[in-house]
């Protein structure tokens, strides 16, 4: 038979345990990294996305670019640029996107961004209500990160 006040000592260590894990967790946010060079990258991008400055979102990717999005792939920055990257403006123009997480992990000369976000909107008609997500590597190329492959999804 087990002791009742081995059993309290058990449950309040789990809980205890159960406490940290989710402090840790709340401390550690869902926006890590964001103010590192890379991260600047990634933002800048978005940026020159929703405001349709091609040039400089051009800049910002890697010639050796690839793009996963909607089961499709393009193969270079110029093909993006001149396939998706102007409907994908045209659609961040339409839409209001909001950004729900955002971590970025830098290693040597590469790094990783993932996040999440809501967008809602109307577009061509439809109306436009969910969450994304969106996976970006970049690489360190002459002093300058990179986006070196984008993956959309939602």
Same mark, same amino acid.
């Given at each position: 038979?087990?002791?009742?006040?081995?059993?309290? %000592?058990?449950?309040?260590?789990? @809980?205890?345990?159960?406490?940290?894990?989710?402090?840790?967790?709340?401390?550690?946010?869902?926006?890590?990294? *964001? #103010? !590192?060079?890379?991260?600047i %990258? %990634?933002? &800048?991008?978005?940026?020159?996305?929703?405001?349709?400055?091609?040039?400089?979102?051009r800049a910002?990717?890697? #010639?050796?670019?690839? *793009?996963?999005?909607?089961?499709? %792939?393009?193969?270079? &920055? #110029?093909?993006?640029?001149?396939?998706?990257?102007?409907? #994908?403006?045209?659609?961040l123009a339409?839409?209001?996107?909001?950004?729900?997480?955002?971590? *970025?992990?830098?290693?040597?000369? !590469?790094?990783?961004?993932?996040?999440?976000?809501?967008?809602?909107?109307?577009?061509?008609?439809?109306?436009?209500?969910?969450?994304?997500?969106? !996976?970006?590597?970049?690489?360190?190329?002459?002093?300058?990160?990179?986006?070196?492959?984008?993956?959309? @999804?939602?």
């Amino acid at each position: 038979m087990i002791n009742n006040k081995l059993i309290v %000592v058990m449950l309040t260590a789990l @809980s205890l345990t159960a406490f940290a894990h989710e402090n840790k967790e709340s401390e550690q946010g869902l926006f890590i990294g *964001v #103010d !590192t060079p890379p991260a600047i %990258v %990634v933002l &800048a991008f978005h940026t020159a996305l929703e405001t349709g400055d091609v040039e400089k979102a051009r800049a910002l990717l890697a #010639d050796k670019l690839t *793009v996963f999005e909607g089961g499709g %792939v393009e193969r270079s &920055a #110029d093909e993006y640029a001149q396939h998706h990257m102007l409907s #994908d403006m045209k659609y961040l123009a339409a839409v209001e996107t909001k950004s729900i997480e955002h971590q *970025v992990t830098m290693f040597e000369n !590469t790094a990783i961004s993932i996040s999440r976000t809501h967008t809602v909107g109307n577009y061509n008609g439809k109306d436009r209500d969910y969450e994304g997500m969106e !996976t970006i590597a970049l690489v360190k190329q002459d002093g300058q990160w990179k986006i070196k492959h984008i993956h959309w @999804s939602h």
